[in-house]
């Protein structure tokens, strides 16, 4: 038998129950649900290595997504499981919380908000929260101005992870189940039909036999799509990230803030990193126009002009006199037109499924986007118990993130319903 000497696997045995495209955190997030919900032999494909893409880009910050009930539960779903896997596993998560300065006339809400009521409550939650006068506010973060600042809510169970080492611990977890086989460095470059069905992967390491296909591809969704002939609504789009020398001026442990003001028309959030600096990125929620690229030809550094446009808006509002807003890089994000994620079988190809367009909630949200796909390939439903997270019987229907609903214009919206 003439074996693989990467993986030690004969090319009579390259085959799998399911076949997984993308190494990121939700590919390998989904790999670890579906061992351990089947008996199913699992492969991941990564064209590079593990986290190396959208992922390893991310600010892998735990916070809170108030965008509807969707987000809502995938946040607390998302917020159990690295509550669980952190007493285990070390990951980085630092609890650093998340602040809202909040600006102008008025004071700081006093009671929970409509998602706080719904989705609040838990021992621990997500949603705890501590309101902050304007004093407050500058005695724990005194690099915040006082000038206009009427006070702040912080969230101190919110942080952030290392999400190379997130993924790697899935990536653990997976392989120690004995039914995942992770390739590295091994792209997809042709899927083979027979009707309407994916039987084959071609990759740059061979052909594998496969029963279903998920893609995991993030922005390279609607690209692995394509090698199926198929069509996916998915946007990538580039996102900057600077980085300001916070330690200059004493700055530690920054939680999650975001600016008072756009930088250039586009929201910008903070937070804090090992080391004390400080990383500012671009944030939007639905595909923007001017914002599209190709993700494997993409400008991986800051345009010339962003760290400087970051630095004008932040020294508005913030004391740091001494730090230097730098060069630092670029994400890429799988976007979608209603700002919500792709999680469905295909339109077309009838074994072929899709969990791509977090818009860059993918590390928060990759739980619950992990379960949903489980609970359609194992078992073909469209629906997710939620008791857990919720502390009483609850399900939710997901069928809306279907991949049609762009062609039907079925949009979905960020109210919150009920």
């Not at 009521?117 to 304007?134: D, M, N, T």
């Not at 944030?283 to 991986?300: A, E, R, Y």
Request: hydrophobic share 40%.
């Amino acid at each position: 038998m003439k074996a693989d000497k990467q993986t030690n696997i004969g090319t009579h045995e390259r085959s799998a129950d399911i076949a997984i495209v993308g190494g990121g955190i939700i590919g390998l997030s989904c790999a670890y649900e579906l061992a351990r919900q089947s008996d199913a032999r699992i492969v991941v494909f990564d064209k590079q290595l593990p986290a190396t893409g959208t992922t390893g880009g991310s600010a892998g910050v735990i916070c809170l997504h108030d965008m509807g009930e969707i987000y809502a539960y995938l946040t607390l779903i998302g917020f159990a499981r690295v509550q669980e896997l952190r007493r285990e596993h070390d990951f980085g998560f630092q609890p650093w919380g998340t602040l809202l300065a909040l600006h102008g006339e008025g004071k700081p809400p006093t009671e929970p908000g409509v998602y706080a009521r719904r989705f609040g409550g838990q021992p621990h939650s997500i949603y705890e929260q501590e309101v902050l006068s304007a004093d407050e506010v500058v005695r724990r973060f005194p690099w915040i101005k006082k000038e206009n600042l009427r006070g702040g809510l912080y969230y101190p169970n919110q942080g952030y992870v290392d999400p190379t080492a997130l993924t790697a611990v899935y990536e653990r977890l997976a392989v120690a189940t004995g039914r995942v086989t992770v390739m590295r460095n091994t792209p997809v470059l042709q899927m083979r039909k027979t009707g309407e069905r994916i039987e084959t992967l071609v990759t740059r390491r061979g052909a594998w036999k496969v029963g279903t296909v998920l893609n995991a591809g993030g922005p390279w969704g609607a690209k692995v799509a394509a090698l199926a002939g198929s069509e996916l609504a998915l946007t990538p789009q580039r996102i900057q990230v600077c980085v300001a020398t916070a330690f200059d001026d004493g700055v530690e442990r920054a939680p999650l803030t975001p600016l008072p003001q756009e930088v250039n028309g586009e929201g910008v959030w903070c937070r804090g990193e090992i080391g004390d600096t400080m990383l500012f990125g671009q944030h939007h929620h639905t595909t923007k126009s001017g914002f599209t690229v190709d993700p494997d030809f993409v400008n991986k550094a800051n345009d010339a002009e962003f760290p400087e446009a970051v630095e004008s808006v932040v020294r508005r509002y913030w004391h740091l006199p001494k730090t230097t807003f730098l060069n630092g890089w670029c994400c890429v994000y799988g976007t979608t037109e209603d700002g919500f994620p792709i999680v469905s079988r295909d339109e077309r190809v009838e074994n072929f499924f899709h969990a791509v367009g977090l818009n860059g909630h993918g590390i928060t949200c990759h739980a619950g986007i992990a379960q949903m796909v489980a609970e359609l390939v194992l078992r073909g439903g469209t629906s997710l118990d939620v008791s857990a997270v919720m502390g009483r019987p609850e399900r939710f229907d997901f069928a809306r993130l279907n991949a049609g609903r762009f062609a039907r214009r079925e949009l979905l919206t960020f109210e919150l319903n009920g």
